[in-house]
């Protein structure tokens, strides 16, 4: 069974006190895996993005990648690349709300549905756009030409 927040923590102290190259990127990992790891579990996610949720998912958590995790938080850059892909083509296609929602409640249990009111716990730290763009600039220059063979491997090139 798939455990979201267990492979979150592992992502969470895999990049504890990573002070390496593209390390503004590589700090997000476990908050972006918890975001697509939401929007999996969000009921009114359609279904036409689905498939894009779970490629993002499945690329996290797959053993082979284009960089293997044998590199240490750096081999996450590739991932990062592939999520904050699938990022751009949702906010493209779903409300603002429910990514921004998605977003802020990371590190807390989903609610039954992440599209409702604001809750006094959620936690506002770190705007979305401004990371995602952050770790896209990143990701792309560490992955360079890889990043396509990365999109292919996840189902989204």
């Known amino acids: ?25 590589v700090c997000w990992a476990p908050d972006i895996f918890e975001l697509f790891a ?30 293997p995790e044998e590199l240490g938080p750096f081999g996450l850059l590739d991932d990062l690349y592939v999520a904050t892909h ?3 083509l949702l906010r493209r296609e779903l409300p603002e709300e429910l990514l921004v929602r998605a977003w802020r409640r990371r590190g807390k249990s989903p609610p039954q549905s992440i599209k409702g ?11 979305l756009e401004e990371v995602m763009a952050t770790v896209r600039h990143e990701s ?6 890889q990043g396509r063979a990365a999109l292919k491997l996840a189902g989204l090139g």
Not at 42 to 59: D, K, S
Not at 117 to 127: I, L, M
Not at 140 to 145: D, F, L, N, S, W
């Open 140 to 145: 792309r220059i560490a992955v360079g030409k």
């Open 1 to 25: 069974m798939f455990e979201g927040p267990a492979f979150a923590d592992a992502l969470r102290d895999c990049v504890d006190g990573y002070e390496g190259a593209h390390g503004a990127a």
């Open 86 to 88: 699938a990022y751009q």
């Open 117 to 127: 009111k604001a809750r006094k716990d959620d936690d506002a730290g770190g705007d």
């Open 38 to 67: 939401r929007l999996f579990a969000e009921p009114e996610l359609p279904e036409h993005a689905r498939p894009i949720v779970n490629a993002v998912l499945a690329y996290f958590v797959a053993p082979f990648d284009v960089l």
